[in-house]
């Protein structure tokens, strides 16, 4: 019987560390969520008995200050029986009154969470959307409080848009609920007179702001994109790559308000993409026109007979984004951490770019994917490379773009090979095979 010791990096040992730190790393996580789950519904309950014996018995508000005094005298190891809190309890049991909807959805958010819901919100349809998309993207409470401050609930899905009639279902209905009129740049300090490249670089210099207003899935491709259409040159404002809808986003920022040729520009700019950049698993890009105003009648006549999808949305500047917001977005190493598909997808493009520059300078006419390009490029002699070395990262790459998720070590690896392929590719006079 042999008894040896796995090699460290040996493959078999290594699949079987990742798959027991991911399950511990699970286990810990149902803990914590179980954990915090039996406190809300407590909670409720505490609650919900408090209410339903003031009603019964006819007891004032003092009651819940005896009943503090009394619970932190026979539990004084237990936070969160203050009176404060105990009438907290009774205002979320009162605003909750079916458990099912406490057990299945808001007692998956933390108790900060639920009193900012039941403080700031009275409907009950606008509290349990905000409870829903606060448990979808991790939202902390400053990232809720700031949400329902810009009033994201009135403004989400709201853009006049033409994806009904030009994207297939679902992905129209999804298109449609991730864009918003107005969008709320409350983080731009900007005057009246700004210009639209002011208006741009401000959006840049506050990209992870940009990021959360425009929602979960936008990763940030460029600014001012360079496309050559035709001999010429045409740049685009923003351009995304949007992980949920796999497709790329074109935003074009106006500082008036809209008039029709604006959509003629986007329509033109989504042929480009759609011809230059668009891969052939990816869905077709989508437009987003912001301006500083429009009239609804005249967008609805621009965008009737277009055949690109595309929407129409107002932008509103404020003075500058909230301290406690500020607080909560990632710093810079953060941001790149937690968002590594965004990296990987734009990596993508850039290589995806500089192959077809190559392959349309005489070797090939053919619309290729990066594989096929690469080796092409190695049959004809322009490119020396150890192609098998790179090809884990393109397929990471790959999927980035696509929407898939990736270890971070496994995208840090991927980003770093991609990166020294696009160096490679950029030189001039191809240096020798790796």
């Known amino acids: 019987m042999s008894h040896s010791v796995p090699a460290l990096s040996g493959d078999g ?40 014996r003031q009603s019964a018995e006819g007891w004032g508000t003092r009651v819940i200050d005896r009943l503090a005094q009394d619970l932190r005298r026979d539990f004084p190891d237990m936070t969160g029986l203050s009176s404060r809190n105990l009438k907290y309890m009774r205002a979320f049991a ?8 406490v057990q299945q959805l808001v007692a998956r958010l933390p108790w900060g969470h639920n009193i900012k819901l039941v403080e700031a919100i009275k409907d009950e349809d606008e509290r349990l959307w905000y409870a829903r998309q606060a448990v979808e993207h991790g939202w902390s409470r400053n990232v809720l409080a700031h949400q329902i401050d810009t009033g994201l609930f009135r403004r989400q899905g709201k853009a006049l848009t033409n994806f009904a009639r ?24 900007l005057g009246t007179e700004m210009s ?35 001999g010429q040159d045409y740049y685009l404002d923003l351009l995304f790559y949007h992980l949920r809808l796999r497709c790329f986003v074109i935003i074009e920022l106006k500082i008036e308000d809209f008039k029709p040729e604006f959509a003629g520009k986007m329509n033109f700019y989504l042929s480009a993409v759609d011809a230059q950049l668009r891969h052939t698993d990816d869905a077709p890009s ?6 500083k105003g429009k009239n609804e009648v005249i967008v609805e006549y621009a965008l009737r007979d277009s055949q690109k999808p595309m929407g129409v949305a107002e932008y509103r500047l404020s003075t500058a984004l ?40 005489g070797t090939s006419s053919r619309l290729l994917s990066i594989g096929p390009m690469v080796e092409e490029l190695q049959r004809t002699g322009q490119l020396r490379m150890d192609f098998p070395a790179f090809r884990t990262a393109i397929d990471a790459m790959n999927r980035a773009a696509h929407g898939y998720d990736i270890d971070q070590i496994a995208a840090g690896e991927a980003a770093e090979l991609g990166a020294a392929l696009l160096a490679k590719l950029r030189r001039t006079g191809f240096g020798e095979a790796d």
Request: net charge negative.
């Open 94 to 101: 009162e605003a909750y009154r079916d458990r099912v909807i």
């Open 196 to 230: 639209e490249r002011e208006l741009e670089n401000g959006l840049i210099d506050h990209l992870r702001a940009l990021v959360l207003e425009l929602g979960k899935g936008f990763a940030f491709v460029g600014s001012q994109y360079h496309l050559e259409v035709g």
């Open 286 to 291: 989508i437009g987003i026109i912001l301006c």
């Open 166 to 189: 030009t994207l297939p279902a679902p992905q129209s209905d999804l298109a449609q609920e991730l864009v918003k009129d107005p969008y709320s740049f409350d983080f731009l300090a």
């Open 322 to 361: 909230p301290e406690s917001l500020q607080a909560e977005l990632p710093t810079v190493a953060e941001f790149a951490r937690e968002f590594p598909l965004m990296t990987l997808a734009k990596l993508r493009i850039e290589i995806e770019r500089e192959l077809r520059r190559l392959i349309n300078n």
């Open 13 to 52: 040992y290594a699949a079987l560390l990742d798959e027991l730190k991911e399950r511990i790393r699970t286990a810990r996580l149902r803990a914590a969520v179980s954990v915090n789950q039996e406190l809300i519904l407590l909670y409720w309950s505490i609650g919900n008995d408090i209410l339903t």
